[in-house]
């Protein structure tokens, strides 16, 4: 749970929300992670407790239909509102100032993200280019000379097919990867990820193209 709701702040919050209309449990989930542009978002283990909590003390109440409980504001939940109203209001500002700051760690990892994506685009095109110029070389035997035979070949070389699907499959990649991170709502937790994931790889290459 992030922390701007530590010490009963969510209690208050899903008070807030359900002041607005009923609502049932994934509901307020998506209301949440839409409050915090898809950068948090509470689990059902975290909201459903503290329903139930708000239900016991008469500050909430539901109706069931459908195996699904629709959850609903009481006079004493807006009693409390009204009450905490100065307190709802600084809760309010920290979300803002909290949103403001995860946004721009956020920006910052995509930054990195992008910036390991064309590292590992350039280091690959660079292979891709030594191994054509490698194809593209020709051996010349030297001049005969008595001594022992020339050491044997070293491995083939990759033909144009192998060359071309590289190239396609690189393409690919790198495509895909900015798809994802221009689509997606990554966590933190999941861009480290990913940013350990392309460094893996990237060293991956590096040793098997020594």
Do not use: C, N
Request: positive net charge; proline residues 7%.
């Amino acid at each position: 749970m992030t922390a701007v709701f530590s010490h009963g702040r969510l209690r208050l919050y899903l008070l807030r929300l359900l002041d607005d209309g009923p609502k049932h449990g994934y509901e307020l989930i998506r209301l949440l992670e839409e409050r915090f542009l898809g950068l948090y978002a509470p689990s059902a283990g975290t909201i459903y407790p503290r329903l139930q909590r708000l239900e016991a003390e008469g500050l909430v109440t539901h109706t069931a239909a459908g195996g699904r409980k629709t959850y609903e504001i009481t006079e004493s939940g807006r009693a409390e509102l009204r009450q905490r109203a100065d307190e709802l209001a600084a809760l309010e500002s920290d979300i803002a100032a909290s949103v403001e700051d995860l946004s721009a760690l956020a920006g910052e990892i995509r930054d990195e993200v992008r910036g390991s994506v064309r590292d590992l685009k350039r280091e690959l095109r660079e292979a891709t280019r030594q191994t054509r110029q490698g194809r593209r070389a020709r051996w010349e035997p030297p001049a005969f000379t008595p001594g022992p035979p020339p050491p044997p070949a070293g491995p083939p070389e990759p033909g144009p097919a192998v060359l071309a699907e590289f190239d396609q499959r690189l393409a690919e990649f790198t495509a895909e990867v900015a798809r994802l991170v221009r689509v997606r709502r990554f966590t933190d937790s999941q861009l480290r990820t990913a940013i350990r994931l392309l460094d893996g790889a990237l060293d991956g290459l590096r040793r098997l193209l020594r």
